[in-house]
């Protein structure tokens, strides 16, 4: 069963950083890339970052030289650091598993998260 649960999301004033943070089930976390993607009130889905088991990644351009995807293998963790955040950044953010890299950044993906909302003041 596919199971993911975020956590650190919150306000923050632009420019400023936040880290979120994503638990996976042991069958998820070995089995599907995992990631990030976001949505906005009245906004497409948008994915945001990437990462597979061979630890490569892929960001959206939007948040390219911002935002970091790592992973904690001995935990099932998924982490989003965030930095520079902008007001354009706010959105619900969800943890995901997808069968790859491209799928994830389309947000093509199987199974999500609950989210966890960010909001980003000027």
């Known amino acids: 069963q596919v199971q993911l649960t975020e956590s650190g999301g919150g306000s923050v004033q632009a420019g400023g950083s936040l880290r979120l943070s994503c638990v996976a089930s042991d069958s998820t976390y070995n089995k599907y890339c995992l990631g990030w993607f976001r949505q906005a009130p009245q906004k497409e889905r948008e994915g945001v970052a990437a990462i597979c088991s061979d630890g490569s990644t892929r960001y959206a351009e939007s948040v390219k030289g911002r935002f970091t995807i790592s992973q904690e293998n001995a935990k099932n963790l998924l982490y989003l650091e965030m930095n520079s955040l902008k007001p354009s950044d706010t959105a619900m953010y969800y943890c995901?598993?997808?069968?790859?890299?491209?799928?994830?950044?389309?947000?093509?993906?199987?199974?999500w998260g609950q989210g966890t909302q960010v909001t980003v003041s000027s």
């Open positions: 995901a598993a997808g069968p790859s890299l491209a799928a994830i950044l389309v947000a093509r993906v199987g199974a």
